[in-house]
């Protein structure tokens, strides 16, 4: 298996920056993408920001320009740089692992979940 756990979230008012890490351990030659997701009371979970093995990044439009993420490599910390923090971006943020599709490794992880709330 693969764990996943986050840190750095936290309260922020507007404007300010926050930066999330997730540490993988376990079985991290499973790990093939990587991503940060947040879910919001009512709202469905979504997907903020996507880094591939490769290291080719997409984002969520409303992050775009705001948000940064980056990993060194599969068993190297996964991070979030959050820049211009809005109210709207209070959620509470999940780190995921995409397996690289074949045997123990046929699945994605998550981790717990960690608050980012931003005042206005």
């Known amino acids: 298996q693969v764990q996943l756990v986050e840190s750095g979230g936290g309260l922020v008012q507007a404007g300010g920056s926050l930066r999330l890490s997730c540490a993988a351990s376990g079985d991290t030659d499973c790990i093939s993408a990587m991503g940060w997701y947040r879910q919001a009371p009512g709202k469905e979970r979504e997907l903020v920001a996507h880094i591939t093995g490769g290291l080719i990044t997409n984002y969520a439009d409303s992050v775009k320009g705001r948000f940064t993420i980056s990993r060194d490599g599969a068993a190297d910390p996964l991070y979030l740089q959050m820049n211009s923090l809005e109210p709207e971006d209070t959620a509470v943020y999940y780190c995921?692992?995409?397996?690289?599709?074949?045997?123990?490794?046929?699945?994605?992880?998550w981790g717990k979940g960690i608050l980012v709330s931003v005042s206005s």
């Open positions: 995921n692992a995409e397996g690289l599709g074949w045997g123990p490794c046929d699945r994605s992880y």
